[in-house]
């Protein structure tokens, strides 16, 4: 069935800080991917997605690319802020599979003035 | 706009009592999910519908929980008796259907059995 696997935190880096969180998947088909962040206290919102293979999905300086050939759908952000502290979880959606979102474990990410 | 609506935000009951669950989605999005998210896990799903039919509720332990979507709009999940491993955050969202389309989530209802 499909899963997704992503890297363990809690991450903690300093402002400004550069940041990868990495994200890989096993899915029939060809799923659309997506990062959805939830921040302290609120629900999880669309951070962004890309629906194909090369596609990048960008918002808010974070910015993610659809690799089919290593399954890989890593978040990346040139420069983080205290507010982007929160926990990110990648995910799929398979139009061949149960047409829902399956999600990775989250990934809390602290970052330190 | 408003977002997806859930109730009650947090609710603590006594193992084998009955709780429900409530939510209101976005208005015009024909797909509704539940999900299930434990302590330091990504959400599952539950079950889905279209409109007002369970279109997949493979994950939905029928022995004790139950769902209906009257009408195609709102939401009711049930669990009846809950047990202290239903301790979690139950999560409903809503979209327009398809693939590409944002699913948006409510803030959940955080249930604690005692």
């Known amino acids: 069935g499909d899963s997704v696997t992503q890297m363990e935190g809690p991450v903690t880096l300093s402002e400004e800080a550069f940041l990868t969180i990495n994200c890989t998947y096993t899915a029939t088909g060809y799923p659309s991917l997506f990062w959805y962040v939830q921040y302290p206290g609120e629900g999880l919102q669309l951070l962004l997605k890309?629906?194909?293979?090369?596609d990048k999905g960008s918002n808010k300086g974070f910015e993610a690319t659809y690799r089919k050939e290593t399954t890989s759908f890593h978040l990346e952000k040139g420069s983080v802020q205290v507010s982007d502290s929160a926990v990110y979880f990648c995910a799929l959606f398979s139009d061949t599979g149960r047409r829902a979102l399956t999600f990775g474990s989250g990934t809390r990410l602290q970052v330190q003035p | 706009e408003a977002g997806v609506v859930q109730s009650p935000r947090y609710k603590i009951i006594e193992k084998k009592q009955p709780v429900a669950f409530w939510c209101n989605p976005i208005?015009?999005?024909?797909?509704l999910y539940w999900y299930l998210q434990n302590l330091g896990q990504g959400p599952e799903l539950l079950i889905r519908?279209?409109?007002?039919?369970?279109?997949?509720d493979s994950q939905l332990p029928k022995d004790r929980f139950s769902a209906e979507r009257l009408k195609g709009v709102d939401s009711t999940l049930k669990i009846q008796p809950a047990e202290l491993g239903d301790s979690a955050v139950y999560l409903c969202?809503?979209?327009?259907?398809?693939?590409?389309?944002?699913?948006?989530f409510g803030p959940g209802t955080r249930l604690t059995v005692l």
């Open positions: 969202a809503s979209s327009l259907g398809g693939s590409a389309n944002e699913q948006f």
């Open positions: 519908y279209e409109n007002e039919e369970a279109v997949d």
């Open positions: 890309a629906t194909k293979a090369d």
């Open positions: 208005s015009g999005h024909n797909t």
